[in-house]
């Protein structure tokens, strides 16, 4: 099977040394930036952001793309920016 390829990225931001809800404020401003259909990578911690930032997200009418986990309690979350 052929590795899985990631969409393109638009934009990154790193959200790991902010505190919840600030965590979801820096992913939507990042997205604001982006077009409709553009691709932004999240970097984040594991706990209260992944549990409230994607689901925030998909509530925003953005698309959750994938969760990829570090697996050192750190994760890249694509999401792909809604109209």
């Not at 404020?25 to 259909?37: E, M, P, R, W």
């Not at 992944?50 to 994760?75: Q, W």
């Amino acid at each position: 099977m052929p590795p899985e390829v990631e969409p393109p990225i638009a934009a990154e931001v790193d959200i790991r040394d902010v505190v919840c809800p600030m965590t979801f404020v820096k992913a939507k401003v990042a997205l604001d930036d982006l077009a409709v259909g553009e691709v932004l990578a999240i970097h984040l911690n594991q706990g209260e952001p992944l549990e409230n930032v994607p689901r925030s997200l998909k509530d925003e009418g953005h698309k959750v793309l994938k969760l990829i986990d570090n697996k050192d309690g750190t994760y890249r979350l694509l999401a792909r920016k809604g109209s």
